[in-house]
């Protein structure tokens, strides 16, 4: 089942550190088969405040979401993001075609 990294980021300080992350990150995805499905996209809100940034890179799976998280390649760049932003970080299973809302009904 297909697993997502998600991040609300806000008060991202872009500078030399974001850039110096920005090009390094996909080298970290690539061994464990992520890609960004929403990435620096300007939100149109419908309803509510959205005060962040959304990005959400998609894995084939939640192991292979954990392991490049925790990956020393990773590891070693994540400060570069996180000494230059706030915000929250979450990996999540996705659904397949035919769920239901009612699913989580139980």
Avoid: C
């Avoid at 970290?28 to 620096?40: E, M, Q, R, S, V």
């Avoid at 809100?45 to 990773?74: H, T």
């Amino acid at each position: 089942m297909t697993a997502y990294a998600a991040a609300l980021l806000h008060n991202v300080k872009m500078g030399p550190e974001i850039v110096a992350y920005l090009q390094k990150i996909d080298d970290t995805l690539a061994p464990f088969g992520g890609h960004f499905i929403i990435h620096g996209s300007e939100a149109t809100v419908l309803e509510g405040v959205w005060p962040a940034d959304l990005v959400v890179i998609a894995f084939p799976d939640m192991e292979r979401a954990r392991n490049w998280y925790a990956s020393p390649a990773y590891q070693a760049i994540l400060h570069l993001r996180t000494d230059n932003s706030e915000g929250g970080v979450v990996l999540l299973n996705g659904v397949d075609e035919s769920h239901k809302a009612t699913d989580i009904l139980g």
